[in-house]
């Protein structure tokens, strides 16, 4: 057999024993723990492609075929809950922290005194029981304190928010930065070597009142957002260097 040939079918063994769990190997990596030249790899890569085994675009790592990635459109309003749930999964979270805290940094955010009391929120987030996101939310007390009580494993917060308090954000201002994930937050999303992350950082408003800060940490193998644009419109990028201490 053709050492491609030979390449694919082992790479067919490792995926159905489920070596390829956490994450499918890139190139380079094959190149290297089987020693083979990368014109192989990739020939063995466009077999298994074939075959609907492993899927792959351009720039992209490799990926089993059965695992989904969740995209989200730039320019929307949107739930994560809600994004989980239209890519076909199963959205459930484990929630880590659900409280009233005091946060000077975040009470300045929201237009509020340094002393405010604030609902805190942190969920691990799974798609499909596989963790996606790790999910820190600050919300005024008097906006959220109904929410206190609820269980929000299985809800999604802005569904929550609405139909107990009747307050649904407006809009607001989101920023997405690469992130280096601490250790333990590398634990909670099974986050495989090699893995990046990002982060979400979002404002959200009511009208023109501050609401919401929240920060999210998501896997970026299993996440990635899109825009489009009009030749006449176009869109517009806000890239701004991020200040160093």
Do not use: C
């Amino acid at each position: 057999m053709p050492l491609w040939a030979q390449l694919a079918d082992e790479l067919r063994r490792r995926a159905d024993a489920g070596d390829f769990a956490e994450a499918f190997p890139g190139e380079m990596d094959l190149v290297k723990a089987y020693e083979v030249s990368r014109n192989t790899v990739r020939e063995a890569l466009r077999r298994l492609r074939s075959d609907g085994i492993v899927v792959a675009g351009r720039g992209r790592r490799p990926r089993l075929g059965g695992q989904v990635a969740i995209e989200q459109p730039l320019s929307a309003l949107y739930s994560l809950h809600g994004a989980i749930e239209a890519a076909g999964l199963r959205p459930r979270s484990v929630v880590r922290a659900q409280e009233v805290r005091h946060d000077g940094d975040v009470a300045s955010r929201l237009g509020l005194a340094a002393d405010a009391p604030l609902v805190f929120l942190e969920r691990l987030r799974l798609a499909d029981d596989e963790p996606l996101a790790i999910d820190r939310a600050w919300f005024p007390l008097d906006v959220a304190v109904p929410l206190l009580d609820v269980d929000l494993s299985n809800a999604g917060f802005y569904d929550e928010l609405a139909s107990r308090t009747g307050v649904r954000l407006t809009g607001g201002r989101e920023q997405l930065h690469a992130v280096v994930p601490s250790r333990a937050e590398r634990s909670l999303l099974r986050l495989p070597a090699g893995v990046a992350a990002f982060a979400i950082d979002r404002l959200g408003l009511v009208l023109e009142r501050p609401v919401e800060w929240r920060h999210t940490i998501v896997r970026g193998d299993r996440f990635s957002v899109s825009a489009a644009f009009d030749a006449g419109i176009g869109y517009r990028l806000d890239v701004r260097a991020l200040a160093t201490s």
